[in-house]
Nanobody, 126 residues
Framework: QVQLVESGGGLVQAGGSLRLSCAASGRTFSPYAMGWFRQVPGKEREFVAAIRWSGRSSTYYTDSVKGRFIISRDGAKNTVYLQMNSLKPEDTAVYYC??????????????????WGQGTQVTVSS
């Protein structure tokens, strides 16, 4: 069974930074890709960033976070990070980590992912 454990959420003022972490565990789990999504009440879960595990570790971002957020990974620890800088009140959401272990041509949609974390709250005050 694969488990994703997130950490690093919290309350921060606008312009501040937070770093989210997500560690994947499971006896035979080998990620193909991991990503971050976010959700606010009454809205659909939104793609934030994703990274492929092999090759050049290609990264993908939604337009609203480009230049502010950085996704990275530690392959030895099966851990993905999301460094969030210049945070804005509109970044406030529950952030979810996601992972899959099979090839997918696209890794920016929720349906790509088989495994999900429990979510961590990020609140940005103005």
């Amino acid at each position: 069974q694969v488990q994703l454990v997130e950490s690093g959420g919290g309350l921060v003022q606008a312009g501040g930074s937070l770093r989210l972490s997500c560690a994947a565990s499971g006896r035979t789990f080998s990620p193909y890709a991991m990503g971050w999504f976010r959700q606010v009440p009454g809205k659909e879960r939104e793609f934030v960033a994703a990274i492929r595990w092999s090759g050049r570790s290609s990264t993908y971002y939604t337009d609203s976070v480009k230049g502010r957020f950085i996704i990275s990974r530690d392959g030895a620890k099966n851990t993905v990070y999301l460094q969030m800088n210049s945070l804005k009140p509109e970044d406030t959401a529950v952030y979810y980590c996601a992972a899959n272990d099979r090839y997918s041509s696209t890794i920016t949609t929720p349906r790509t992912y088989a495994y999900w974390g429990q979510g961590t709250q990020v609140t940005v005050s103005s």
